[in-house]
């Protein structure tokens, strides 16, 4: 059976370089993330994708009510709880299709047994709903691009962006945070690139947050890689693991 939390129950209760020094929260954040318990496929993503550098930049502190938006397996959702630490939660949402196979809903059932300040939402991606000023901090890594995507083998829809940022804009609370990492993409119709290569321009991003009333508030050059050209699906051994990624901070004012 799928995992099923109630969900309103959980909610009660100009670009700047990356800092050449360490930050407050990234020795929070590597600590987190080498504590014992986290399993070994994940931990074997960490030195590509550098969790402590980028949840250092992007800003989290710690006792935040955190989302992670499209949580995948749960890589950054463990992590992010580890983080906040027990005055804190993070709700990992995902799609239904993608927990709810056997492997995934495992993974899941582990996870949550070890972070007791986390939690599983999963309803139609499309659906995303929650409580005004319910966040403090909000994560998209590597998925912000998939609301341009839609599958029928997936069974995963076709989506709205605006309605989901209109949305996010309502549940962050005001001065809260939205990072966003995703693979790099062309120029050109966002939901033909998506298609083809999984991948996004950075300037769509940008674009889409503004309109929802987003300000952004840094970039960072982390996880940029000059040698990713963008022609390749992000799949291709070629290049998975290694694409050039960006990093957006977007702040709600207020």
Do not use: C
Not at 75 to 80: K, M
Not at 114 to 122: D, E, G, I, P, V
Not at 131 to 148: E, K, M, T
């Amino acid at each position: 059976m799928p995992i099923r939390i109630p969900f309103l129950a959980l909610l009660i209760a100009a670009a700047a370089p990356l800092p050449a020094l360490a930050g407050p929260m990234e020795a929070v954040v590597a600590r987190a993330v080498a504590a014992p318990g986290r399993p070994a496929d994940m931990v074997a993503l960490d030195a590509g994708r550098q969790p402590a550098k980028v949840l250092d930049f992007l800003g989290l502190k710690p006792g935040e009510r955190v989302l992670d938006f499209a949580a995948g397996g749960g890589y950054y959702t463990e992590i992010l709880a580890r983080s906040v630490g027990p005055k804190g939660m993070v709700i990992g949402f995902e799609h239904p299709s993608f927990v709810e196979e056997e492997k995934a809903r495992k993974g899941w059932e582990a996870l949550l047994a070890r972070q007791k300040n986390a939690r599983l939402m999963s309803v139609p991606i499309g659906q995303f709903a929650a409580a005004p000023n319910s966040f403090d901090f909000v994560l998209f890594h590597l998925v912000y691009h998939d609301l341009y995507w839609e599958s029928e083998k997936y069974k995963y829809p076709r989506i709205d962006p605006a309605r989901v940022l209109s949305m996010l804009f309502s549940v962050v609370k005001p001065g809260g945070i939205v990072g966003v990492v995703d693979h790099v993409g062309p120029a050109g119709d966002t939901r033909e690139v998506v298609e083809k290569f999984h991948r996004i321009d950075p300037e769509t991003i940008k674009a889409d947050f503004a309109k929802a009333g987003f300000v952004l508030d840094g970039e960072s050059d982390l996880l940029r890689n000059p040698g990713d050209a963008h022609d390749k699906l992000v799949f291709d051994p070629a290049i998975r693991g290694k694409t050039d990624r960006v990093i957006l901070r977007f702040r709600k004012p207020g």
